[in-house]
């Protein structure tokens, strides 16, 4: 796979259309895989080849996660489309996994607590800022979370960005999609950290 100017352009023509929810069409809107077959003139599909197994699950679940429109979906994945390219063989699948996860406790966790329950004591909050692991945002969860089911299901889906990222945007009603965006970003900076190849064309 050669990553060219004209693979990037095509790729943005496809976002401007906006994404959709599942695989899509290929002469319409598509999903965010489906795109970078399209933009590397592959069949239409949701595997391009030269993703990163880790990379690509993350990125079909979070563009098949409920987005406020389809233009927002594109424009929160469209540099994280980019830089994901040639990561397969690169990018090392747990690295990317263990580090996303760190990030998503570390930022967006500690965001959404700390939006979500202002009142509350920072004492746990700030212990997940300062270490972010498993067990401290298990924690967190069943203190800050009166609902038992909820706050597994929060401290559940901590290692998994888009599910996490989505019940945050979903049941604390977080306008334009702030949440979904904010995973897709951090994605991105671990795939700059991990020197995917395609982060020399962002």
């Given amino acids: 796979m050669e990553i060219t100017k004209e693979v990037i352009e095509r790729y943005h023509s496809v976002l401007d259309r906006g994404l959709s929810h599942g695989l899509g069409n290929s002469d319409?809107?598509?999903?965010?895989?489906?795109?970078?077959?399209?933009?590397?003139?592959l069949p239409h599909g949701d595997d391009p080849g030269c993703v990163a197994t880790s990379v690509m699950r993350f990125k079909i679940s979070l563009n098949d996660k409920k987005w406020s429109s389809p233009?927002?979906?594109?424009?929160g994945l469209r540099k994280l489309g980019i830089a994901q390219l040639g990561s397969k063989g690169v990018v090392?699948?747990?690295?990317?996994a263990q580090k996303l996860t760190t990030k998503i406790i570390q930022i967006l966790i500690v965001d959404l607590y700390r939006t979500a329950f202002p009142g509350k004591s920072t004492e746990?909050?700030?212990l997940c800022e300062k270490e972010p692991n498993s067990s401290n945002c298990r924690e967190l969860a069943a203190n800050y979370v009166n609902d038992v089911n909820a706050a597994n299901y929060i401290y559940a889906d901590a290692a998994y960005a888009a599910d996490a990222a989505a019940y945050a945007d979903d049941t604390f009603n977080v306008?334009?999609?702030?949440?979904?965006?904010?995973?897709?970003?951090l994605a991105l900076e671990v795939l700059i950290e991990l020197k995917s190849p395609g982060c020399a064309w962002l």
């Fill in 28 to 41: 319409g809107q598509m999903c965010i895989e489906a795109a970078v077959c399209y933009s590397l003139g």
């Fill in 71 to 75: 233009q927002s979906r594109a424009e």
């Fill in 92 to 96: 090392d699948d747990t690295e990317f």
């Fill in 124 to 126: 746990l909050v700030d």
């Fill in 175 to 185: 306008a334009a999609d702030k949440y979904k965006k904010m995973a897709a970003q």
